[in-house]
């Protein structure tokens, strides 16, 4: 059973690296903000709201929790098994679906529009996550996990290679930005927006691949191999912070469970420690400083001494 940092600093914390002591504060604690879901995925902050919604895949829902009361509920269900969310340029939700197969997105008055559900005439296998530029492009995750089975979405026949996707942004056009990663999962911008950090869920043992953006900012160049998890443990999704670190969720096991982070040049600085595998997270609150972390059957928080890179 998870129990509040009983002192300062927090025990869970450890410095791997003294660049990242800076980032941690001496009196901020792990908080456990809610508890009691299936499948935590998908965290995505809403700052207008005071709010921050994420996934419970397995029971087919979107939760919220109110920054200002602490309040959790249900913001949508059923969610047709959302799993990856984020915000476009305008402030719309952009959403990752596994049910119907598809990218969609929230209009301000509730109308759901597609933003992409095939491919050369083929269905999406269950798109994963989601980030969208600064140019108003859409890219995300195509793995196959939500049609492997009838626990996260409904059990059905691959119709395309895992690929990863761009949408762009003026005329709503997909594109595969990349086919050479196996069950790709979470992925990222570096700040600068000329890195694409994806994780390679496929492959043993897990990897995350990064790719150069293109001089037109629209094709993958240049894979290569950022960091692989040869002493155990997985990365799932992740966020840049705006000095180009890389936090990761992290599992699966003892040792491994919370967020493992690393500098611009791969070396892994810290590490947060958590009772359960985070899946995903981003960062919020009103000074982006705060982390949420969704991780398993729960959802946790964690002011730090850095802020979330916009992209």
């Known amino acids: 059973m998870w129990q509040p940092a009983s002192r300062y600093p927090d025990p869970a914390f450890e410095v791997l690296d003294p660049r990242f002591a800076p980032y941690l504060m001496f009196n901020a604690a792990i908080e456990r903000l809610a508890t009691g879901f299936r499948w935590a995925e998908g965290p995505v902050w809403f700052g207008d709201q005071r709010g ?22 249900t913001f949508r269900q059923p969610s047709n098994f959302a799993n990856g969310h984020t915000r476009d340029r305008q402030g719309r939700l952009l959403s990752c679906e596994h049910g119907t197969r598809r990218v969609t997105r929230t209009e301000y008055d509730g109308r759901i529009t597609v933003i992409c559900d095939g491919f050369d005439g083929k269905r999406l296998n269950s798109p994963n996550d989601i980030v969208v530029k600064s140019d108003d492009s859409i890219w995300f995750t195509d793995p196959p996990f939500g049609i492997l089975g009838h626990y996260e979405g409904f059990a059905a026949a691959q119709e395309l290679p895992t690929n990863i996707y761009r949408v762009d942004g003026r005329t709503g056009k997909a594109t595969v930005a990349s086919s050479a990663v196996n069950r790709p999962n979470g992925l990222c911008f570096s700040p600068d927006e000329r890195l694409l950090y994806v994780v390679e ?5 897990r990897r995350i691949r990064v790719f150069d953006l293109a001089d037109d900012g629209e094709r993958l160049v240049n894979d290569r191999v950022f960091f692989e998890a040869v002493d155990g443990g997985q990365p799932d999704g992740f966020r840049c912070d705006v000095d180009g670190n890389l936090w990761a969720g992290w599992g699966t096991g003892e040792g491994h469970d919370g967020v493992l982070v690393f500098a611009p040049d791969a070396t892994p600085i810290g590490r947060i420690a958590l009772p359960e595998r985070c899946a995903n997270l981003c960062f919020g609150g009103r000074a982006r400083n705060r982390l949420f972390m969704a991780a398993s059957q729960s959802l946790y928080a964690l002011y730090v001494n850095t802020q979330g890179a916009t992209a």
Do not use: F, H, Q, T
């Not at 921050?52 to 509920?73: F, H, K, Q, T, Y």
């Open 52 to 73: 921050l919604l994420w996934s419970d895949i397995p029971n087919d829902r979107v939760m919220r929790w109110d920054e200002a009361s602490g309040a959790v509920s």
């Open 201 to 205: 869920s496929g492959a043993d043992p």
